[in-house]
């Protein structure tokens, strides 16, 4: 009897940090019926990553045509907020123009590719928080314009997609995450925002709920999904909490204001999970937290 071709999931972006520990953790997991591929562009630390740039038309089209997946997951962009407001076009270029292409190759060659789009929660004007998935964006940022754009693209294309919003994914490998780790271990005092909202989203979280949705897919009816922890904390919660689990640190954590008419930082880009999420989650942002400083 023939043994059934596995399926392909393909991580464009998988030397990034949201698309190594997906693929790490995809691998580990589902590799009796599914094949999990990735591609980097300047960053191999495996050597088993593919070499895109996926603003090459040309290239991305050899490299779909090539592997055939079943499901392609775009973790490549860029999240850099200072610099898409310094260069839109950049920003443009990485953030939105690579979905477009994505979307022409697997159109125009009629591939049955699921194609799952790794969006944000700046895509909200972050005035009020608590978003839904249902509510309307107007991104205030280069970066949230970028990528509504490319939601928009592939809402607008015949591909069949999935658009997933995550916010402020938390874990080790992550740079605001190392960041404060480093700084509570090292430091006498520390100083963070406290008049700043958002859903921290931890990295075990949201790979467990990707791999729920490869499984799902058929039966998930929703097209934007909002994979976030199901907390809304200031900055300085987010620190406090992670400083009562962390062994250690005797550092003084002060909150301060951000002067919002000389910053950049938005005031509350809290997402409401998707119900998906809230059907689906087995362990709380607590636990989660936990492993993940259990890994450090
Ligand atoms: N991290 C978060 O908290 C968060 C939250 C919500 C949404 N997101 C979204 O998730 C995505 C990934 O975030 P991340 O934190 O993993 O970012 P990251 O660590 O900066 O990774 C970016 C990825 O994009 C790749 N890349 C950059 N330029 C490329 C090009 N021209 N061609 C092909 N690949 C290119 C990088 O490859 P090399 O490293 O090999 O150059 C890397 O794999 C972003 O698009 C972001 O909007 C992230």
Redesign the pocket.
């Known amino acids: 009897m023939m043994t059934p071709r596995k399926q392909v999931i393909s991580i464009v972006?998988?030397?990034?940090?949201?698309?190594r520990s997906l693929h790490s953790y995809l691998t580990g997991r589902i590799s009796a019926k599914y094949e999990v591929i990735g591609?980097?562009?300047?960053?191999n630390s495996n050597n088993l990553l593919y070499k895109?740039?996926?603003?090459n038309y040309k290239e991305v089209e050899k490299y779909i045509l090539m592997y055939k997946p079943d499901y392609l997951i775009l973790?490549?962009?860029?999240?850099d907020i200072q610099l898409c407001e310094k260069d839109y076009q950049y920003a443009y270029s990485?953030?939105t123009k690579p979905v477009e292409i994505i979307s022409q190759v697997i159109e125009k060659n009629q591939l049955a590719t699921k194609f799952i789009f790794?969006?944000?929660?700046y895509v909200f004007d972050g005035e009020r928080g608590y978003y839904r998935d249902t509510d309307t964006p107007e991104p205030k940022t280069n970066y949230g314009r970028t990528?509504l754009l490319a939601e928009n693209l592939i809402r607008n294309s015949g591909v069949d997609f999935k658009i997933v919003r995550?916010?402020?994914?938390m874990g080790r490998g992550?740079l605001f995450f190392d960041w404060i780790l480093e700084e509570l271990r090292n430091k006498q005092e520390v100083r963070v925002f406290k008049n700043t909202y958002f859903s921290p989203t931890p990295i075990g979280l949201l790979n467990d709920m990707m791999l729920k949705l490869l499984i799902d897919y058929k039966n998930c009816n929703s097209k934007i999904i909002h994979i976030v922890g199901e907390m809304r904390l200031s900055r300085y919660d987010f620190v406090m909490f992670l400083s009562g689990y962390l062994t250690g640190s005797r550092a003084y954590i002060i909150p301060e204001d951000i002067d919002y008419s000389r910053s950049i930082f938005q005031k509350d880009l809290s997402l409401m999970q998707s119900d998906f999420v809230k059907g689906n989650q087995q362990k709380s942002f607590e636990e989660y937290i936990k492993t993940e400083l259990m890994n450090d």
């Open positions: 972006g998988a030397s990034g940090f949201l698309g591609t980097y562009f300047s960053r895109l740039d996926i603003r973790t490549a962009g860029t999240k990485i953030n790794f969006s944000t929660d990528k995550s916010a402020a994914v992550g």
